[in-house]
């Protein structure tokens, strides 16, 4: 299985509809990988707080509409990152889009931890409340955002719905790298599972984005890792690892706290 990681650029002299223009060009442009994967906000910015109301959308708005042109153009399954979504009977959730090959809309996860801690997102913000999963013919994704990389019990939780590979876009700083890094690597071998995490590059309301995407396996060995700028990191590898590693290494099994009864 290829994936593609876009670690797109968010400065404050592209337009966002420029954005979303060029978003969609680089991922026609990843026609031979089978997924590709944008980060967070990159419509507004992570950081870019002020703009979270003014550039919320509808789930089915431009970016959406966008996005899933580009994911029937390309032929791939699109994790295309999250966008402020504005619902008419709610508040305004950060809401990741994942789209099939088709173009239709496959899943659709609103970020559960927000961050911020009593500002920015955390009160901008509602909150999500359920889990998401996504089934590809070689895998089934665990669907999650940034800040949730911290709480180990949300990629437990994936890991019961089925989840074989984490699929994490951010909007991540550059001075807590080290932790990004480490928590990637953390999920991935306590799951059991890869992890494919997607930030982004440039600086978001004077904030300077870590980049450095990064894609583990379940073993936690590093299997590809960008620099921090603007790129697109690929890798080629074999979903089926995270099944046999479970056998081989049955850890998951041996559980105690937070097991399921049996069905």
């Known amino acids: 299985m290829r994936a593609s990681l876009i670690q797109i650029a968010v400065n404050e002299d592209e337009s966002v509809d420029s954005r979303r223009q060029r978003a969609a060009a680089l991922v026609r442009r990843q026609a031979g990988s ?3 994967v944008l980060p967070e906000l990159w419509t507004t910015g992570a ?3 002020e703009d979270f109301t ?5 789930l089915d708005g431009p970016t959406y509409e966008v996005m899933a042109k580009a994911a029937s153009d390309a032929g791939v399954w699109l994790h295309a990152g999250s966008i402020p979504e504005r619902d008419p009977d709610g508040p305004v959730y950060n809401t990741s889009l994942v789209f099939s090959p088709s173009g239709e809309l496959a899943g659709a996860y609103r970020k559960i931890h927000r961050f911020g801690f009593d500002k920015g997102e955390a009160v901008l913000m509602g909150a ?3 889990l998401v999963t996504v089934r590809l013919p070689e895998t089934t994704l665990g669907v999650a955002t940034c800040y949730d990389l911290r709480f180990p019990e949300l990629f437990r939780a994936l890991v019961d719905a089925g ?7 951010a909007g991540w700083p550059e001075r807590r790298r080290a932790h990004w890094t480490l928590l990637a690597q953390a999920r991935a071998v306590e799951n059991q599972a890869f992890v494919l995490a997607c ?4 600086t978001h309301a004077g904030v300077p984005q870590a980049g450095h995407s990064i894609v583990v396996d379940p073993w936690g060995e590093v299997l590809a890792e960008a620099g921090p700028d603007e790129e697109v990191l690929t890798v080629d590898f074999d979903p089926a690892k995270a099944a046999a590693t479970r056998e081989q290494f049955p850890v998951l099994k041996d559980r105690v706290l937070g097991l399921r009864p049996p069905r």
């Open 34 to 36: 089978d997924l590709v």
């Open 199 to 202: 930030g982004t590059a440039g």
């Open 163 to 169: 989840a074989e590979t984490f699929v994490l876009p």
């Open 47 to 49: 950081f870019a707080y």
């Open 54 to 58: 003014r550039e919320a959308e509808p």
């Open 128 to 130: 999500g409340q359920e």
